[in-house]
């Protein structure tokens, strides 16, 4: 399958819509810290850490859309990490040559890593984009609401950080 994109979330594609510490805003790196995800460990947060903070990132990643397509075939993976509690919903948007949305299609919902901070979750959705565009951008939005750790024994300790990473294939039918 050809990948049609692969993409970090990175202070150029994300920033925080909810911060329980702070006003919403830009994200500060992070890093690089474990766990890695395909060898990138440059994590983000906001730039204030508190005990128990919670956080959410909205991260966009845009790719181009054919220039006709009837049935185009995806498949998203989304690989994540961060302190304690990380839950994730995504939504793929296609936008013609004007910027008008032109089909919406949810990917998933509410995935959640379980509170485990050394370990990386995945999550998948296929989809079928049956529309016809002439050109445009096809936008996935992600949505992850993290929690940073309220006690020790993290180093540093209660600093939040949260990594991302997408990869959109295209499903080829023989």
Known sequence: ?????????????????????????????????????????????????????????RSVFSFGAPLLSVALPLTVYYAYAGNETATVTATL??????????????????????????????????????ASVLGGTVNITVDATVNAPITTPYDPANTGRYLGQITVQQIVAV
């Open 93 to 130: 948007e296609v936008l013609n040559v004007l910027g008008v949305i032109v089909l919406t299609i949810p990917l998933f919902s509410g995935d959640t890593n379980l509170g485990n901070p050394l370990n990386v979750s995945t999550v998948a959705a296929d989809t079928l984009l049956a």
């Open 1 to 57: 399958m050809p990948v049609v994109l692969q993409s970090f979330t990175t202070p150029a594609n994300t920033v925080r819509i909810a911060d329980s510490a702070t006003a919403p805003g830009a994200v500060t790196p992070v890093g690089p810290t474990i766990p890695l995800i395909d060898g990138n460990g440059s994590y983000i947060w906001s730039p204030v850490n508190v005990s128990g903070q919670s956080v959410t990132f």
